[in-house]
């Protein structure tokens, strides 16, 4: 009996998961990882975060999104696996944005860190 846990998620970009789980200072291994779980179990990811207690966290392609895949008897991080995606998905929101704006010929002329932890990015293209 699997002791895994899938969550879904809203990550279709594994470049912008990548560079956000390291702007959020997230250690991770690439490609073709094994997520660590329960009794030995492993689950496959397209990348995987080592926790401390042997019990990885990992993110898969589940064919319309990226998943998180833990065995969350063993969570061990400082945040709850809500606080931990949400952090994630805003992280993932920015890069998405970036990297589409500047496909588009934009390019971030403000940014603004906001107290309540939401950010305000003006963009612009000059013609």
């Known amino acids: 009996m699997s002791h895994f ?3 879904k998620t809203q ?7 990548q ?3 390291s702007d959020l200072d997230i250690d991770w291994k690439p490609g ?10 492993t689950h496959a990811a397209e990348l995987a975060i080592e926790q401390n207690n042997g019990y990885d966290i990992g993110f898969r392609w589940n064919g319309k999104e990226y998943e998180l895949v833990a065995d969350l ?3 061990q991080q400082d945040l709850t696996v809500e606080a931990f995606l949400r952090n994630i998905t ?6 998405t944005v970036l990297k589409e704006t500047s496909k588009a010929g ?8 906001n107290t309540d932890g939401s950010i305000r990015l003006v963009v612009q293209r000059w013609s």
């Open 106 to 113: 934009f390019q971030v002329t403000e940014q603004e860190n």
């Open 73 to 75: 008897q063993y969570w």
């Open 90 to 95: 805003q992280r993932y929101a920015y890069r």
């Open 11 to 17: 990550i279709l970009n594994l470049e912008c998961l």
């Open 32 to 41: 073709g990882s094994k997520v660590r779980g329960y009794r030995g179990q």
């Open 19 to 21: 560079e956000a789980l």
């Open 5 to 7: 846990s899938q969550i």
